[in-house]
């Protein structure tokens, strides 16, 4: 089996027991979850020795989230710890005709605040042999562009395969830079892409 490596936010999940909706909810059930995140959980579900680096803050929330990963098989030995958030999720899950409903609160996340040079991605792809990012990483901000763009050419320079799901997010590109400024020239590295017609509409 190959070593898969994945990179983006992970963040708490606050979901109302059952159906109920965000104002009959007295109590939230916990748990955690983000697009390469859950990647690499299903990759260890299957067998697959899976890698996840983010940014989580320091603290007992942070740690909470790293076990978390760790109980289902994930390798989070590259976490990098720093910042002073998590961000976090509200879920209201749909019932028959009522859509699910979601609202963020991931602004000033630890991930949304990486710079070039936070990720030691020579350590973290060693052994390796695939890395997996998403756009929904790119879209948080300056900052996480940039580190994904050098994991890719680092992943690249070391002759890993890497793959995209190009997961095009209109709400989250607000840093400045539009999804098809930025995108294509982290897609051009790519061995696998994947997306629907909006996302290549929206991205290229």
């Known amino acids: 089996m190959p070593t898969v490596v994945t990179f983006g936010e992970i963040m708490m999940r606050l979901k109302p027991p059952e159906f109920l909706r965000f104002s009959q909810a007295t109590t939230f059930e916990v748990t955690y979850g983000g697009g390469e995140a859950n990647v690499a959980v299903g990759l260890a579900f299957l067998g697959v020795d899976a890698r996840f680096v983010t940014a989580l803050p320091d603290n007992d929330l942070g740690r909470a989230c ?11 030995s590259n976490i990098v710890w720093q910042g002073d958030r998590l961000g976090i999720y509200f879920l209201e899950a749909g019932a028959c005709q009522r859509p699910s409903k979601v609202i963020y609160d991931r602004a000033g996340s630890s991930v949304s605040q990486i710079q070039l040079g936070d990720v030691d991605w020579r350590a973290a792809f060693s052994g390796a042999q695939w890395f997996h990012w998403t756009g929904i990483t790119p879209a948080i901000s300056a900052g996480a562009a940039g580190v994904c763009l050098e994991a890719i050419r680092v992943a690249k320079e070391m002759g890993l395969t890497v793959s995209c799901d190009l997961n095009f997010r209109k709400n989250l590109w607000k840093w400045g830079r539009s999804a098809s400024e930025v995108m294509p020239e982290m897609v051009q590295h790519c061995d696998l892409a994947i997306g629907n017609e909006e996302d290549a509409d929206k991205v290229f």
Do not use: I, P, S
């Open 66 to 76: 790293e076990r978390y990963l760790r109980q289902f098989g994930v390798d989070t």
